[in-house]
């Protein structure tokens, strides 16, 4: 007596391969973006920017004092000492984990690494999104595409996030995904109040391809950056 399948479960068996051929489509990549910047990032003790200190003394003093105090009194005869450090906030709140490790310069190595891997997971997200031929090559083309390339994926800075998330809210932008825009531009703004203007350059760009080859106005997308 034959037995046929019911078509729900065969859904369902397809479903559970797809969800672990995605897993292992990232396991490798990402295991490999975290081995290649703990290299990079350890294989010297010194830190690649001056900058990160900063960043992550004021992590260190939000964590041990208040949230809303965003001065840096070291900074004397800098405007810094009188307006604060506000204006890369949120990246100094999301340094405040690695502030936890009792020796603050390895913390900015191990936040080094974290941040790194998931630049280069960005740029390896958009390009599986876009199908590209050999997707896990184009991150590392990135990386060690130039000196100062490399440099600035390497540096504990607000940059380090802010340059791979506009590129990811240049393709939000460009399929379409209003909420993932709103949710690009904030952490864009957030990290680095500098950059505010980047999303409006953004938006620009794809509304102009939008007007040329689709005839239309990317309104919701608007109403998302600003």
Do not use: C
């Not at 809303?68 to 999301?94: E, K």
């Not at 340094?95 to 009792?102: A, E, K, R």
């Not at 703004?189 to 950059?195: D, L, P, Y």
């Amino acid at each position: 007596q034959s037995v046929t399948r019911r078509p729900d479960a065969h859904r369902g068996t397809h479903h559970v391969f797809e969800v672990k051929k995605n897993i292992h489509a990232w396991i490798f990549p990402i295991g490999i973006f975290l081995a290649l910047a703990a290299g990079l990032h350890f294989i010297s003790p010194h830190i690649a920017d001056a900058d990160s200190f900063l960043y992550m003394r004021q992590a260190y003093r939000f964590r041990t004092g208040s949230f809303f105090d965003t001065s840096f009194p070291w900074f004397t005869h800098t405007i810094i000492a009188d307006l604060g450090v506000s204006l890369w906030y949120g990246f100094s709140v999301l340094l405040i984990p690695f502030s936890f490790v009792p020796d603050l310069t390895l913390g900015i190595k191990i936040a080094g690494v974290f941040f790194t891997t998931l630049a280069l997971s960005i740029y390896y997200y958009i390009s599986r999104k876009e199908h590209f031929r050999w997707p896990f090559i184009w991150p590392l083309l990135i990386l060690g595409a130039a000196p100062n390339t490399m440099f600035r994926l390497l540096m504990v800075r607000m940059q380090i996030l802010t340059v791979p998330l506009s590129v990811l809210l240049l393709w939000f932008l460009l399929r379409g995904y209003a909420w993932a825009s709103l949710a690009g531009t904030f952490l864009i703004v957030w990290i680095h109040g500098n950059f505010a203007w980047i999303p409006f350059l953004l938006w620009g760009a794809s509304q102009a391809v939008a007007a040329i080859f689709e005839k239309r106005f990317l309104w919701r997308e608007w109403l998302a950056v600003i």
